[in-house]
């Protein structure tokens, strides 16, 4: 009895087709952008989605950012030293060097100095305008402390 060897091309292209798609997420609900997200048991259907909130960029405040995604942005304001008046919130907006205001994100300008605006910014405005290109950074006024 001869015993005759197998040729061994056809396992090693399966095996590496099968890393090639590990490693580019082929069939992964990740990449699939038609893909839906479904609730985990634990989580109740009326929690809201990451997606549904946009995540906070980094040149936006802490405060600035949790009042956009707050539920009740009045009573978050005043405990967190925030100015917060029909919809818009008091902030100072950092500028790139030589950029200007950029348009249509509802702001009122009060004051202007050497690349810092000081205003009104509408709230859902905020994470917009903190992503701007002429933008780099967007943080509450400083306010004097007591001693």
């Given at each position: 009895m001869t015993c005759r060897a197998r040729d061994p091309l056809?396992?090693?292209?399966?095996?590496?087709?099968?890393?090639?798609?590990?490693?580019?997420?082929?069939?992964?609900?990740?990449?699939?952008?038609?893909?839906t997200t479904r609730a985990s048991p634990t989580q109740s259907p009326t929690a809201t989605t990451a997606a549904a909130t946009p995540s906070r960029p980094p040149d936006l405040d802490r405060r600035l950012y949790d009042l956009a995604t707050a539920e009740n942005r009045t009573a978050y304001a005043?405990?967190?030293?925030?100015?917060?008046?029909?919809?818009s919130v008091q902030a100072v907006i950092e500028l790139a060097g030589g950029r200007a205001l950029p348009d249509?994100?509802?702001?009122?300008?009060?004051?202007r100095r050497d690349g810092l605006v000081q205003g009104f910014v509408a709230v859902d405005d905020l994470v917009g305008l903190a992503r701007h290109e002429n933008v780099t950074a967007v943080r509450p006024p400083s306010r004097p402390q007591p001693t």
């Amino acid at each position: 009895m001869t015993c005759r060897a197998r040729d061994p091309l056809p396992p090693l292209l399966a095996v590496g087709l099968v890393l090639l798609a590990g490693c580019t997420g082929w069939g992964s609900p990740i990449s699939d952008p038609t893909a839906t997200t479904r609730a985990s048991p634990t989580q109740s259907p009326t929690a809201t989605t990451a997606a549904a909130t946009p995540s906070r960029p980094p040149d936006l405040d802490r405060r600035l950012y949790d009042l956009a995604t707050a539920e009740n942005r009045t009573a978050y304001a005043d405990p967190h030293g925030l100015v917060y008046e029909d919809g818009s919130v008091q902030a100072v907006i950092e500028l790139a060097g030589g950029r200007a205001l950029p348009d249509g994100y509802g702001v009122t300008v009060e004051l202007r100095r050497d690349g810092l605006v000081q205003g009104f910014v509408a709230v859902d405005d905020l994470v917009g305008l903190a992503r701007h290109e002429n933008v780099t950074a967007v943080r509450p006024p400083s306010r004097p402390q007591p001693t």
